[in-house]
């Protein structure tokens, strides 16, 4: 989401380099979820410094290289020492949930290019969370105020704000495997044959 540093970031990415395969450290539901995201042209990296190395911090990130026509998602991993993959933390795991949050909010739409979109809008993710503030009573009231705190001070607008307490609360409480399906069931537009 952090459309300043991914603007920047944008000439930097391998897009040309092979798609890494699904860790085979990750469980048996995060490989599913990185699969799903495979299959839908999205270009998934671990570590790199261009972009890892750029923002204390910086846990992930989602992009659109429109000069390319493909989604990126990014994951700097807590214990990295360089670009080289290590062993995968929890917070690891809820980055990769959160990010392919992100891509299920851009392309719910049935259009992938950060036309973004609160996937909860409508019958929502769960029973009783169709409503914004559904979703930061479900947060905690605290928990919200922090992550909006954190994003406006990077400038985010309401929606950003929106789409980043959906995404924390879906990482948070859905099974990655569960989103991967939601991926392959709402995303079929952009998916590679």
Not at 35 to 46: A, G, H, K, P
Not at 53 to 71: M, R
Not at 158 to 184: M, S
Request: proline share 4%; aromatic share 8%; with cysteine.
């Amino acid at each position: 989401m952090l459309k300043r540093l991914a603007s920047a970031l944008l000439a930097s990415v391998a897009i040309g380099a092979p798609a890494l395969a699904a860790p085979a450290s990750l469980d048996r539901s995060h490989q599913h979820l990185w699969t799903s995201l495979e299959r839908q042209n999205v270009q998934l990296f671990i570590n790199p410094d261009y972009v890892c190395g750029s923002e204390d911090g910086l846990a992930g990130a989602y992009f659109y290289a429109n000069s390319h026509e493909v989604p990126v998602i990014v994951i700097c991993q807590d214990n990295r020492t360089g670009e080289e993959e290590v062993a995968w933390t929890e917070n690891d795991l809820d980055t990769l949930r959160h990010e392919a949050v992100h891509y299920l909010q851009d392309c719910i739409d049935g259009d992938v290019g950060m036309t973004m979109d609160p996937y909860h809008d409508g019958d929502g993710w769960a029973p009783g969370t169709d409503t914004h503030l559904d979703v930061i009573r479900a947060l905690g009231y605290e928990n919200a105020l922090r992550i909006e705190t954190v994003y406006r001070e990077r400038g985010a607008d309401d929606l950003t704000v929106r789409l980043e307490h959906e995404a924390f609360l879906i990482a948070r409480d859905a099974e990655a495997g569960d989103i991967g399906e939601t991926i392959n069931q709402f995303c079929p537009s952009t998916r590679i044959q």
